[in-house]
Antibody
Framework: EVQLVQSGAEVTKPGESLKISCKGS????????IAWVRQMPGKGLEWMGI????????RYSPSFEGQVTMSVDKSINTAYLQWNSLKASDTAVYYC???????????????????WGQGTQVTVSS | QSVLTQPPSASGTPGQRVTISCSGN????????VYWYQQFPGKAPKLLIY???QRPSGVPDRFSGSKSGTSASLAISGLRSEDETDYHC???????????FGGGTKLTVL
């Protein structure tokens, strides 16, 4: 079974740094992109970026470029999302997801997110 | 402000057919596939429709997707109480070189 398991909820203060994780299993972790998606309280989903564990190679949404850093540790099939200085507005649930398609030669337009991790609640409050 | 536009809410009675719309432009829906995700409160989204009108295995055929021009729709026929939850549309956007989402629609089964 393809599965992504994320690290637990975090409560932090403004200005602090944080790194959350997403561990993949049940598939070739280094062969598929991993996406990160933010969901602020009561709001919709926002694509943050993708990382290819085989590279690693990254592509950030313009809205999140410079605000977060994506990384991977191939040796333990784990992707990470990191902040250097959190703000209260970073309070949200963060999801990772496997970027999937029917063909290995598909373009990004033909890719979707499936499955998703269970989400990590990040709360930033003084 | 989400790039794709969905109605914030929709409703129907058991057994009814309801549709949820998703509006975009030529950079996203107009030139790319649409994807639909179902999300229950406190849970992760789950893929419902890919390739605009394809159902993954395990998704009931009561759910169907369609696309026309710069708009897409998710239709749910034979509405059931367990369908009451949030639905999100998504597509690749050529101008942004990334995926964009709608704001989500909360479906209520009356």
């Amino acid at each position: 079974e393809v599965q992504l398991v994320q690290s637990g909820a975090e409560v932090t203060k403004p200005g602090e740094s944080l790194k959350i994780s997403c561990k993949g299993s049940g598939y070739s972790f280094t062969s598929f992109w991993i996406a990160w998606v933010r969901q602020m309280p009561g709001k919709g989903l926002e694509w943050m970026g993708i990382i290819h564990p085989g590279g690693p190679s990254t592509r950030y949404s313009p809205s999140f470029e410079g605000q977060v850093t994506m990384s991977v540790d191939k040796s333990i099939n784990t992707a990470y999302l990191q902040w250097n200085s959190l703000k209260a507005s970073d309070t949200a649930v963060y999801y990772c997801a496997k970027v999937s398609a029917t063909s290995s030669s598909a373009t990004f337009q033909e890719h979707w997110f499936d499955p998703w991790g269970q989400g990590t609640q990040v709360t930033v409050s003084s | 402000q989400s790039v794709l536009t969905q109605p914030p809410s929709a409703s129907g009675t058991p057994g009814q057919r309801v549709t949820i719309s998703c509006s975009g432009n030529n950079s996203n829906i107009g030139s790319n596939y649409v994807y639909w995700y179902q999300q229950f409160p406190g849970k992760a989204p789950k893929l419902l429709i890919y390739g605009s009108d394809q159902r993954p295995s395990g998704v009931p055929d009561r759910f169907s997707g369609s696309k026309s021009g710069t708009s897409a729709s998710l239709a749910i026929s034979g509405l059931r109480s367990e369908d009451e939850t949030d639905y999100h549309c998504a597509a690749w956007d050529d101008s942004l070189s990334g995926w964009v989402f709608g704001g989500g629609t909360k479906l209520t089964v009356l």
